[in-house]
């Protein structure tokens, strides 16, 4: 009789065990010769040498199964226990979108046409624009790129920015130190990540200079190398902004620009430079723009329809300011 410890990486307890431990019983109860227990992120096994090897390969399809299933069938997770393992696993499994397990084994997929548009075309190079309006995904998609990038050593640090243009708030009446006014602004970048990396190994990131967030001003004078950077809210830079940024590509980077050309927040919209950037730079080979739409937004059902009577209203507002030049 031996003993061995199992250690669950990459998947959340609770999905796997159900609620009260339900699905753990039935486990315990598929193998009689072993005691299994568990004790937090850890699974402890004693019996003979041959009926753990057999657990040990049953419990790795579940884990599988786990990770590539948003919601487990009950029917399905039987099969697996009662050796039927494959065919369950090839029928739930999405080829080519999982691109990482964030905190507790959350499965990150790219879920829309557009999102797994931007994956393949960062595959293919190395400076892409995702263009789009709000709750498309651009953001959270291009990050689990960077963090999926930072786990396979492709690259040994992510750079994530943004303009600080103030949305008709201002800056200097936030409380706090420089850092404390700026964060609100950042804080979208802080979430996606707080999804996809545990907090303390994020607070490592953070601490060593891995994993950076600054705005896009004290990107000035740098070379970006051996990175993986974004720069969100492109919409909000100006062209001199968006030059100085693209510019600073070193070797091994891989640059991802996000914006939404509805929001600009600058005093004019001739302003913004990822207007202009996107004119000039659209036929240039190896760099790639991909346009998100209504059809990719994953927030609450609602707020399609909402991005569609705005957008439905600046069209009639554009139209009615071309009648009114065109009849002076």
Same mark, same amino acid.
């Given at each position: 009789?031996?003993?061995?410890?199992?250690? %669950?990486?990459?998947? +959340?307890?609770? /999905?796997?065990?159900?609620?009260?431990? =339900?699905?753990?019983?039935?486990?315990? #109860? @598929?193998?009689?010769?072993?005691?299994?227990?568990?004790?937090?992120?850890?699974?402890?096994?004693?019996?003979?040498?041959?009926?753990?090897?057999?657990?040990?390969?049953?419990?790795?399809?579940?884990?599988?199964?786990?990770?590539?299933?948003?919601?487990?069938?009950?029917?399905?997770?039987?099969?697996?226990?009662?050796?039927?393992?494959?065919?369950?696993?090839?029928?739930?499994?999405?080829?080519?979108?999982? %691109?990482?397990?964030? +905190?507790?084994? /959350?499965?990150?997929?790219?879920?829309? =046409?557009?999102?797994?548009?931007?994956? #393949? @075309?960062?595959?293919?190079?190395?400076?892409?624009?995702?263009?789009?309006?709000?709750?498309?995904?651009?953001?959270?998609?291009?990050?689990?790129?960077?963090?999926?990038?930072?786990?396979?050593?492709?690259?040994?640090?992510?750079?994530?920015?943004?303009?600080?243009?103030?949305?008709?708030?201002?800056?200097?009446?936030?409380?706090?130190?420089?850092?404390?006014?700026?964060?609100?602004?950042?804080?979208?970048?802080?979430?996606?990540? +707080?999804?996809?990396?545990?907090?303390?190994?994020?607070?490592?990131?953070?601490?060593?200079?891995?994993?950076?967030?600054?705005?896009?001003?004290?990107?000035?004078?740098?070379?970006?190398?051996?990175?993986?950077?974004?720069?969100?809210?492109?919409?909000?830079?100006?062209?001199?902004?968006?030059?100085?940024?693209?510019?600073?590509?070193?070797?091994?980077?891989?640059?991802?620009?996000?914006?939404?050309?509805?929001?600009?927040?600058?005093?004019?919209?001739?302003?913004?430079?990822?207007?202009?950037?996107?004119?000039?730079?659209?036929?240039?080979?190896?760099?790639?723009?991909?346009?998100?739409?209504?059809?990719?937004?994953?927030?609450?059902?609602?707020?399609?329809?909402?991005?569609?009577?705005?957008?439905?209203?600046?069209?009639?507002?554009?139209?009615?300011?071309?009648?009114?030049?065109?009849?002076?």
């Amino acid at each position: 009789m031996i003993e061995k410890k199992i250690y %669950l990486e990459g998947v +959340d307890p609770l /999905k796997l065990f159900g609620i009260n431990n =339900v699905r753990f019983d039935r486990i315990k #109860k @598929s193998f009689p010769k072993i005691k299994i227990v568990s004790r937090g992120s850890e699974i402890i096994l004693k019996g003979e040498a041959a009926e753990i090897l057999h657990f040990e390969k049953t419990f790795e399809l579940l884990i599988d199964y786990i990770q590539h299933t948003d919601s487990p069938d009950e029917q399905e997770f039987e099969e697996l226990l009662q050796g039927n393992g494959k065919v369950v696993l090839e029928n739930n499994k999405v080829q080519g979108d999982v %691109l990482l397990y964030g +905190d507790g084994g /959350k499965p990150i997929r790219a879920k829309t =046409v557009n999102q797994k548009a931007l994956v #393949k @075309s960062c595959d293919e190079t190395d400076l892409m624009f995702a263009i789009g309006p709000a709750g498309t995904g651009k953001t959270y998609t291009a990050i689990a790129l960077a963090v999926r990038a930072l786990k396979q050593q492709r690259v040994k640090r992510i750079i994530l920015t943004r303009p600080a243009v103030e949305a008709g708030e201002k800056l200097g009446f936030l409380p706090g130190d420089f850092k404390e006014k700026l964060d609100p602004y950042l804080q979208p970048l802080y979430d996606a990540l +707080d999804d996809m990396i545990p907090s303390k190994k994020l607070r490592g990131f953070l601490e060593d200079n891995t994993i950076q967030i600054a705005p896009l001003a004290f990107m000035r004078g740098r070379t970006l190398d051996n990175a993986f950077v974004i720069l969100d809210e492109a919409q909000n830079a100006t062209a001199m902004q968006l030059k100085m940024f693209l510019t600073r590509m070193g070797k091994n980077a891989t640059f991802i620009i996000t914006g939404d050309l509805t929001q600009i927040d600058l005093p004019s919209r001739r302003d913004s430079g990822l207007l202009r950037a996107i004119g000039m730079l659209e036929k240039i080979e190896g760099i790639a723009i991909v346009y998100f739409d209504a059809r990719d937004i994953v927030r609450h059902k609602l707020v399609k329809q909402i991005v569609k009577a705005y957008d439905e209203e600046q069209k009639k507002e554009g139209l009615d300011s071309s009648d009114k030049s065109t009849n002076q």
